[in-house]
């Protein structure tokens, strides 16, 4: 059973900068490709961006140039570095994973992200 937490949420001024972590247990992380998810109040589930096993990576435009999807597989981890944070990028952070050759997602707690002044 795939289990995924995240960390590394919590507040922060607009223009700056949060790094979230997702470990991953229970299967083989290799086989895995990995998303990170937001949603803000009221509003629906929002794909952010999505790194392949092999390492390729694709973002929204809403945060191109801004947040970068990393993974060490080494670590189990998946990260998303988000820099030069908007008021708008608030919400709740999930992280999910998507064996590779299904269309199954396994799915985070979520960590919540506020940027505010």
């Known amino acids: 059973q795939v289990q995924l937490v995240e960390s590394g949420g919590g507040l922060v001024q607009p223009g700056g900068s949060l790094g979230l972590s997702c470990q991953f247990s229970?299967?083989?992380?290799?086989?895995?490709?990995m998303a990170w998810y937001r949603q803000a109040p009221g509003e629906q589930r929002e794909w952010v961006a999505a790194i392949s096993s092999g390492g390729s990576t694709n973002y929204v435009d809403s945060v191109k140039g801004r947040f970068t999807i990393s993974r060490d597989n080494a670590k189990n981890t998946v990260y998303l570095q988000m820099n030069s944070l908007k008021t708008e990028d608030t919400a709740v952070y999930y992280c999910?994973?998507?064996?590779?050759?299904?269309?199954?997602?396994?799915w985070g707690q979520g960590t919540q992200v506020t940027v505010s002044s």
């Open positions: 229970g299967s083989s992380f290799n086989s895995y490709a």
């Open positions: 999910s994973a998507r064996r590779i050759g299904t269309s199954t997602y396994d």
